[in-house]
């Protein structure tokens, strides 16, 4: 797909404009229907029984009285769960997988874990009933650090793996040991990062439907890869995946958050029990805050080898990633750091050992840039530590390593290829936006007054699209998902307006208004006569087991499906307008809802004209024998790929690029944190909408501030989560960031149909860093320097206290 394909389209180019975003009015007003929004005729609802423990073995389960209340309609245990299904199936295939059913049986291995299930004809009565179900446990010690899990004394979780890591790794790419040999210096650093995650405004739930007459299941519910839900759910209820119907409404919110299929599976194992009666279950959030997912907690150690003059010749990284108690995502976290392994920098030699180990906290799974922002923070680290160990200065050491604008595109060791960008240009610019020197100097007169004023510096990649054969470097090629695509259908309405159904889901991040502009531009259209359905539904929209709204990957893989089928719709159009006007159709132009011959403006047609005559007049020759004007497309990257022999492989397809600079000031008594000022220069190539660029490019952003100074899971050594509500688990307010200021760069992608790159998760990747360092910076005069996060003034405050150097203790 190239960027020529708008050759017969003429007139307003819709893609480049800010255009408002179509869905505000339905948000705005109350029109849109979100998943609690459904009410079915006689619907039953669901309440969950969760373990109080965080490792216990399951002596007894007693339901009977719960069973018993009046307008409960069934109850759900564990030992039924695993008669009638079978266990949940892991996004990689693991060497050796745990057995992890929709409820726990045998034991329980996280706070929060079901255990058993009630449906009711309200909420209230089924909560009512989970205080009838007797349990009991015998409790059993718990681990909830990844290092301590890994000790040869510690608690094993899941039996039938013998061990508590269930994969581990190692990946040298380039030649590591000369690197090391010929380095004037090893520079050492260890960086730690905490459990958080985005907390999207509508929890995560699901709706269940069993038709015994057909056997076919209907879920109406939270997803962001529908393809993959329908498999999993399919394969535990032993059904055919034909006979499994999803439906995801418009989400409010997600961020990868919504991926735990083991609920749709428990509400459908319900539903199945009461054959035909809808069943209904929505989270509220101290389940979700306890038990949907968390991002992953890591330990990262590293080791640079660098030149006296601050060049980088080669990195060592060893990981130890907490995946909590579950399956979903593990390994994910480690084999997508691969893609942003070197960052913004030209290293030559690299070495990457993964561990993924299982402890007694809530499962992970995606959190906006999954594993990325941990990488980002750790080579960003690891560049401030080389400018500490040089004496240089940070913007040096990064202009000195930067990846060079003619050097695209640039292959990394790890086999990412980069598209395009200007690293030394993007940097310069953020520290142009926020007059660099002039804080520098007003940075000296404040140390001069005994204050602790800060600026930080972080740059990053925003890897965009995951290439799903990266599971093959655990599960070897013998793993069936691999590569990426969309697919997409688009119909021209008799009237001359289209419709257009895609794999994507809509969770807020403006996706129909884009498709809209892509698509008008691609028939000769305005945008408001594009009507896209949001509402995913597999009976109706086309889809693959990689279709779904993840990964970053709309701008090169939804867009190149919707220009591939809305193209395949213009050719027809064009082909039918041609016989009418009796020209070629290469002579013919669209524009403004007509289709006009070039040179000749008085010879034209309407696109409704043409439109109508495809659908009514069903005499007329078709140039494809079909009448109509709807055409279907699938599109996969071609430069997806499997793994090498040298286990290389593009984990992620396209690179977007920012450089971030933050101002903040510490109390020097309090060690309360402000961040002043903060600025955002990016590069995603051909923004399809500018305002909505720039509101992703702010969200993400005060995401990624919020994970570095406020948002942790707190687990104390019992695995008890101690934050289970907003009072605990602080989000930013308005008064807690600054407004932030942006410029963009634009270099495009010389492999996405538009030019476009990615932009949905750089500020949630590169902003922890940029705090960090910003941080540090402010706490220079005490000689304290950053290695972990979150950053909280009582953590500072007794590290000061204590005469402490190292953050965190």
């Not at 719960?66 to 769960?81: D, R």
Request: charged share 20%; glycine share 10%.
């Amino acid at each position: 797909m190239s960027a020529t394909s708008h050759a017969t389209t003429l007139g307003t180019n819709w893609v480049g404009q800010p255009l408002p975003r179509k869905e505000d009015g339905p948000l705005l007003t109350g029109r849109d229907r979100f998943l609690d929004d459904i009410g079915l005729l006689g619907m039953a609802h669901v309440a969950i029984l969760r373990s109080p423990y965080a490792h216990a073995r399951i002596l007894r389960v007693d339901a009977s009285a719960a069973a018993a209340l009046p307008s409960v309609l069934a109850v759900l245990t564990g030992e039924e769960v695993v008669r009638v299904s079978r266990p949940q199936r892991g996004r990689i295939p693991l060497p050796v997988s745990p057995q992890v059913y929709a409820l726990a049986h045998d034991k329980v291995v996280y706070v929060g874990q079901p255990v058993a299930a009630v449906a009711a004809i309200d909420r209230a009565t089924a909560e009512d009933a989970l205080d009838l179900i007797e349990v009991e446990y015998e409790p059993l010690p718990a681990v909830v650090t990844p290092e301590g899990a890994m000790a040869p004394d510690a608690p094993i979780l899941f039996e039938e793996v013998g061990s508590n890591i269930l994969w581990h790794d190692t990946f040298p790419y380039g030649d590591v040991d000369g690197a090391f040999e010929r380095a004037d210096r090893v520079v050492r650093e260890r960086v730690t990062i905490h459990r958080y995650l985005s907390t999207p405004l509508e929890t995560f739930g699901s709706i269940a439907q069993f038709d015994a007459s057909t056997q076919t299941m209907t879920i109406w519910g939270s997803a962001h890869q529908p393809g993959q839900e329908i498999n999993n759910v399919a394969a535990a209820l032993g059904l055919s995946p034909g006979q499994v119907r999803m439906i995801v409404p418009p989400m409010g919110g997600g961020f990868g958050n919504k991926t735990r299929p083991i609920y749709h599976i428990l509400i459908a194992l319900l539903a199945r029990k009461l054959a035909g009666r809808p069943v209904k279950w929505v989270e509220d959030r101290r389940e979700s805050l306890l038990a949907l997912c968390h991002a992953a907690d890591g330990i990262m150690e590293m080791e640079a080898a660098i030149q006296d003059d601050g060049t980088i010749l080669g990195l060592k990284f060893r990981n130890i990633e907490n995946e909590g108690a579950g399956i979903d995502f593990a390994g994910r976290h480690n084999l997508l750091m691969l893609s942003n392994i070197v960052n913004c920098y030209r290293v030559p030699a690299v070495s990457y050992e993964g561990y993924s180990v299982v402890t007694n906290c809530c499962p992970v799974i995606a959190n906006r840039g999954i594993g990325k922002p941990f990488m980002c923070l750790a080579v960003e680290r690891m560049v401030d530590a080389v400018a500490r160990e040089t004496g240089l200065d940070r913007v040096e050491v990064r202009q000195r390593n930067f990846i060079q604008p003619d050097q695209f595109p640039y292959d990394t060791p790890s086999g990412q290829t980069y598209d395009s960008g200007d690293y030394p240009e993007m940097l310069r610019k953020a520290l142009a936006l926020l007059d660099y020197d002039q804080l520098l100097v007003d940075q000296e007169a404040a140390r001069a007054a005994g204050r602790l004023v800060g600026i930080g510096i972080a740059c990053g990649v925003e890897p965009a699209g995951s290439n799903l054969s990266y599971g093959m470097l655990i599960s070897g090629p013998s793993q069936l998902l691999s590569g990426q695509g969309e697919a997409a259908r688009v119909r021209m309405e008799p009237d001359g307006s289209a419709t257009v159904y895609t794999g994507g889901i809509e969770s807020g991040q403006g996706h129909s208004t884009a498709l809209s502009q892509i698509v008008a531009d691609e028939l000769g259209l305005r945008p408001d006569q594009i009507r896209i359905v949001a509402t995913f539904d597999s009976h109706s929209h086309p889809y693959t087991q990689t279709s779904g709204n993840y990964s970053n990957k709309f701008n090169g893989h939804d867009t190149a499906a919707a220009i591939g089928a809305a193209g395949k719709v213009r050719e027809k159009l064009l082909a039918r307008a041609a016989r009418m006007l009796e020209v070629a159709a290469e002579d013919l132009e669209l524009a403004a809802g007509r289709i006009t011959v070039r040179g000749a403006p008085d010879r034209s047609l309407p696109i409704a004209q043409v439109a109508a005559r495809a659908y009514w007049s069903l005499n007329d020759e078709a140039p494809d024998d079909e009448p109509g004007l709807e055409a279907l497309h699938y599109y996969r990257n071609p430069r997806t790929r499997a793994p090498d022999a040298q286990r290389r492989l593009p984990v992620q397809m396209g690179f977007s690029a920012a450089a971030h600079v933050a101002l903040v000031e510490i109390d020097p008594e309090t060690f309360e944190i402000e961040v002043r000022r903060y600025g955002v220069v990016h590069d995603c190539g051909r923004e399809i909408n500018p305002m909505i660029v720039e509101g992703q490019v702010h969200g993400a952003t005060v995401h990624g501030i919020a994970a570095a100074l406020l948002e942790e899971f707190v687990y104390d050594d019992d695995g008890q989560l101690l934050t289970t509500s907003f009072m605990d688990y602080l989000k930013p307010s308005s008064a807690d960031v600054p407004m932030i200021e942006t410029d963009h760069l634009e270099t495009l992608s010389p492999w996405t149909p538009l030019g476009t790159k990615g932009i949905g998760e750089g500020g949630a990747i590169v902003a922890p860093a940029a705090i960090a360092s910003a941080v540090e910076d402010a706490l220079k005069p005490l000689g304290i320097t950053v290695s972990g996060l979150p950053i909280t003034p009582t953590r500072l405050w007794r590290l000061a206290s204590q005469g402490g150097k190292r953050y965190p203790i």
